[in-house]
Nanobody, 125 residues
Framework: VQLQASGGGMVQAGGSLSLSCAAS????????MSWFRQAPGKEREFVAA???????YYAESLKGRFTISRDNAKSAVYLQMYSLKPEDTAVYYC????????????????????WGQGTLVTVSN
């Protein structure tokens, strides 16, 4: 699976931004999809996941501000971000992993097989 993330940019605190990740190469609907982010000097952290089942899972600290969705017909996964804060500044990555069960996903970056190139989100005061 090849993943291409887009939609990053600069936004003021309190603003919103929408990220997209286009997939190609395999049957997209078979994959659990997630977003991770990595701020300068920090480890990559889990943001949100949407497995084959379509259920959504979020990092506890981001619940209510971020929304993940997927469109299997378009082979794409999205991340809507609201009420952005300067601490949300990071490179955001989409990732994919093939699991046998419909609701399986992981919050560990090491579990993911395929990664997009990352898109930078900068939130200013």
């Amino acid at each position: 699976v090849q993943l291409q993330a887009s939609g990053g940019g600069m936004v003021q605190a309190g603003g919103s931004l929408s990220l997209s990740c286009a997939a190609s190469g395999r049957t997209f609907s078979d994959y659990a999809m997630s977003w991770f982010r990595q701020a300068p000097g920090k480890e990559r952290e889990f943001v949100a996941a949407i497995p084959r089942s379509g259920r959504t899972y979020y990092a506890e600290s981001l619940k209510g501000r971020f929304t993940i969705s997927r469109d299997n017909a378009k082979s794409a996964v999205y991340l809507q971000m609201y009420s952005l804060k300067p601490e949300d500044t990071a490179v955001y990555y989409c990732a994919a992993v093939l699991y046998g069960y419909g609701d399986s996903y992981s919050r560990r970056a090491s579990e993911y097989t395929y990664w997009g190139q990352g898109t930078l989100v900068t939130v200013s005061n």
